[in-house]
């Protein structure tokens, strides 16, 4: 998986460096006989070993999550941790930890936990820390983490923590809608003292989730729901760090139309934390038929009519629970129009190289016969996948925006307008957030969709907080954040992996005709671009006509002008609409250099909750007895 | 005087709404005799009447500037603060304050001011407060100026309270070195409510000084040293708000080579707040003599040849004190190669329109014949006055930059360098921010000078706290933001009041023949800008070559694409520098299509000695008894 190493500066500025907890507890074997703790609805393995499991669970009403963290073995410690985009460098840790002595310090704020003294046994620490840019944990002065319960259980040690959305302090890591990178770390030896602990010496990792889980309600399955399972047909997992698997399987024979009403995970039990996506697209239904395949998706011997199936039914990703359409609405499948073949995909992450591990995981959907009042449609926004949208290179924050224009929404809506209750947000490798907004009368109303820590690695069909309707007239705008700090050349859109995409995928009733929804800059302007780039750069460089869009966009010497005049042409310059129906036919009217969708007004940024100022508490270390110790 | 009208968005984020003081004091004529309170050097009128009179301290070592307001004739309060540019909206203010009634309230903060209760006596209050956009006053809950005294003394009533340069809080204003703009207002009649008072009701006004003088040591001056005094001649002050009053005057005939050493503002008693600035001008030596005049500098009278006297010998300005060189240099004039011939510039301020009054105010050198061992020099750094350097209408903060490269100050400046001791900021009515920076090795070293407040109304020489040392190789960047909101065509650079200028005169020894180390984008470059806007704008407006600059910009469509291109431009492509002896006479080599000197570091932003987070002290209101009453 990789670890994208982001502009450290700009995280700096961003996330700061954060807060954590030392809890100091006595590692004597605990006797404990508690019972279970409130539940924690949505749970996940860190590590692929599955030694330390999160679950957690989310208050709104009071801003805040709680966590517990399932230690299988404990060692000399364990670090725990929120980063923008997975670093252990500026990260907002929680550190449990052992020096190996009896030392430790007074003052605790758990009044659930007592403090004594208990010099003759191994004492954790509980103390604010934060890492620096190069992975020193160092101690701070707020505590934003607060431990509740801590103790041992037959599963492990159970630490039971809370922290807020919102520290209230603008260095530390704000939890957010949308992807949260998560961090840990084990501690193999004792350390004398916290600030000897560099987090650059540790086994690490990160594992992406969306913490910040809607709070819907669920709605309630029809009497007479069917379930279809999608599986793999218990395969031996790769030896490989990343496998996508492909399996094609196929709706029954005369299976006619239903609707898909709920779908969740199966994971094969072990595999917990080997399973990290899977998806189940329908085939095209120009096709009489598809080869039968199951092997990994890159494989040579796979089918090239494959490629065909890509219209998404079921969605999940690592941290997913399950997904419920709304009451009113279901995804059709089944019927003389559709395809009978389906395509699973699941993306086995195997970094441990784990061998002879076999696995049947897949999707489970859940349909029904009794057809709901509406049918759910699925609708792409964005940008066209056209090299004439381009990020330049070396750029740590560079934005693309697509548009869905009033004269799309007018035509193609019906006149009370559509409902999105999901979204999936696509890019490639270099997209780091996505947001969607929806705009009318010129004015910014309301975000659709937003993540501010989007990683390509981490793609799952989410449920809106809130549905969203848009009207006939209606203005999407879909922006792509990119950092292309390690690319030479600039980077183009297209379908390619090394090209990019910006695209959201959004669920919605009732379904209209209208299937893709996006723009791309005029390929006009981009043309008087490149002829603007050779005379403001002496034509050493061929930027020329007859050359390919990617041919001139390699060409072009990125100096500030050539990359601040391309910003303010994609900020400026007509667009061409793509309108359709499906991917190649066009709702009917004139699509090319249309206007700039106008945007009078900006929605303002979420106000903080926070006072203005408040109270610094000084530096304290704090110690946790987690129990009687017996040795 | 032009009261800028700033974005009241961007000045409610810069500066936010602030603090204020509520001075609860009885208003019965009070018995004082303390002695007078420690010595504030610094003093200025705050009204054309000059019934407020400000001055102050300022303490480095405290960070904290000590005020004294002395009220002549206190009617139902006044309110002083300071604000972005002189608005009161968004400002930061002290409300000496009655309701006309006994109640009051206790908890004061000071203790040499006991608080008792006197309910048979009118009452002022003193409370944290700030104004909001539209003038509206609000308590809040944070103090920042802290009261030190209230007493009577025979000259009115006198406060003296304190205020640190930095509350912390990020909503209010920070004093900052360069222009700060106070503001007043008098309440005439008693409010019954603090909140009642809307300070578009007041009797108002605004006043610009420097507070944060620098803390130099005053260097001795020579025992021989000699006055001359340059003033008007008993005139008649015009019942004009605005007159600047030209009068010429001469050296002694044969007067030899001296140097000006010191020289100090002679204001008439009873004019202070009338005299505004005042400039003493040397004319041109290559005419043998010029015509006898003293009026109005715009008179129809007067002679064309006048204009040729723009060689600055003096220059001061409200709040200024008297302006010393550094012990080793002085100002030469007179001899043989010099002008006799000097101008006199001053400005009545005198927006009362005041009849009657007569004025003989003037500046006094000091000088001496024993030459000091440097010749200081005066420098112009920034950009050359051409119109190729414009912009845009209706921007809130756009920024031209004038370089003086590295290749002129390795021809012109001696091996050991030049010492930097004051700066003068020049721009015209459009002007919003200077400040010029000193880089060495592509990086950013020191600031030279730095007015974020810059008023076109307040130019003074100022004194810089360090001196600055330039040494060949080394760049100077001074770059100006300019505010053109009210403006519906470009404004290019130029000599006209309408057009504008970015310069800072920096006074320094030992004197080079450098005189002018300026630049404009090249040419060529321009041209290319316009050609582009040509052919992005389908040629419907004739930004063409035949035109002039001035008529090109004229014509530019200001779209985003136009400006942000523009903004590209300037921050691109290369420059023409002047690298003069004088203003005609270049240094020797080519000087046209200059690499833009690069930056590859810049001066970090001074970090805030601020904590994190701190207290917040919840609201309070404070009663302040001022003394005995004896009515």
Chains 1, 2 share one sequence.
Not at 242 to 251: G, K, V
């Amino acid at each position: 998986m990789q670890v994208p190493s982001p502009n450290t500066r700009e995280a700096a500025s961003m996330y700061g460096t954060v807060v954590a907890i030392f809890l100091v507890i006595l590692v004597a074997t605990l006797q404990s006989s508690a019972p279970p703790e409130d539940p924690f609805p949505y749970r996940i393995p860190l590590d692929p070993e599955g030694s330390l499991e999160l679950s957690w669970n989310v208050s709104y009403a009071q801003k805040t999550v709680h966590f517990q963290l399932l230690v299988q073995e404990l060692k000399a410690g364990v670090l725990f941790g929120m980063s923008d985009r997975g670093e252990l460098e500026n990260a907002d840790l929680v550190v449990l930890w052992t020096d190996g002595h009896g030392t430790y310090f007074g003052v605790t704020a758990f009044p659930a936990l007592a403090c004594k003294t208990r010099p003759e046994s191994q004492v954790h620490r509980k103390q604010d820390a934060w890492s620096d840019q190069r992975g020193q944990i160092h101690l701070d002065s707020r505590q934003d983490y607060q431990l509740l319960r801590a103790r041992r259980t037959p599963e492990g040690l159970s630490l039971i923590f809370k922290r807020p959305f919102d520290t209230c302090d603008p260095k530390d890591y704000l939890i957010e809608d949308g992807t949260v990178h998560l961090v840990y770390g084990v501690l193999e030896e004792a350390f004398r003292t916290l600030e000897a602990v560099n987090t650059s010496g540790l086994q690490t990792g990160l594992q992406r989730v969306q913490l910040l889980k809607p709070s819907i309600p669920i709605p309630a399955l029809p009497a007479d729901t069917h379930t279809m399972e999608i599986r793999t047909p218990d395969i031996l997992i790769p030896d490989q760090p990343t496998t996508y698997w492909c399996h094609i399987t196929e709706l029954p024979d005369g299976f006619s139309r239903h609707h898909i009403v709920m779908y969740e995970p199966i994971v094969t039990k072990g595999n917990e934390a080997l399973v990290h996506h899977m998806e189940v697209f329908q085939c095209a239904p120009q096709f009489e038929t598809f080869p039968q395949f199951s092997g990994p998706c890159d494989s040579k011997m796979k089918p090239g009519r494959l490629d065909y199936c890509r219209h998404v039914l079921a969605a999940w990703a690592l941290g997913a629970k399950a997904f419920y359409y709304p009451e009113e609405a279901g995804l059709a499948f089944g019927g003389a129009e559709s395809s009978r073949f389906l395509r699973l995909e699941v993306h086995y992450h195997n970094p441990l190289k784990i061998q002879g591990r076999r696995d049947s995981s897949g999707i489970r959907l859940h349909y029904t016969a009794r057809l709901r009042p509406f049918d759910a449609g699925i609708m792409e926004l964005g940008l066209v996948y056209s090299p004439v949208m381009a990020i330049p290179p070396r750029e740590t924050a560079f934005v693309l925006t697509g548009y869905c224009t009033d004269k799309c929404t007018q035509l193609a809506l019906p006149p009370s307008g559509i409902h999105i209750f999901a979204s999936q947000l696509h890019t490639h490798l270099t997209g780091r957030k996505v947001v969607t907004v929806l705009v009318r009368d010129g004015r910014e109303r309301e975000i659709v969709n937003r993540d501010d820590h989007y990683s390509t690695h981490f793609q799952e069909i989410r449920m809106l907080k809130k549905m969203v309707s848009v009207r006939p007239g209606d203005v999407l705008v879909t922006s792509c954040t990119y950092n292309t700090e390690d690319r030479e050349l600039a980077t183009v859109g297209g379908f390619g992996i090394l090209e990019e995409m910006c695209v959201n995928y959004i669920h919605y009733y009732p379904q209209t005709q209208l299937e893709l929804c996006k723009s791309t800059v005029d390929p006009g302007f981009l043309r008087e671009y490149f002829h603007l780039v050779n005379r403001f750069n002496g034509e050493e460089v061929c930027t020329c006509p007859q050359a390919s869009v990617p041919e001139q966009f390699a060409a072009v010497p990125w100096n500030s002008f050539n990359r601040d005049v391309l910003r303010a042409l994609y900020g400026f310059a007509p667009i061409s609409m793509h309108c359709n129906k499906s991917s190649a036919v066009s709702f009917q009217g004139e699509w090319n250099r249309q206007p700039l969708p106008e945007i009078i007004s900006k929605l303002e940024e979420p106000t903080s909750h926070c006072p203005a100022s408040q109270d610094q508490s000084p530096s304290s270390h704090t110690v946790v007895n987690i129990g009687g110790g017996k040795g």
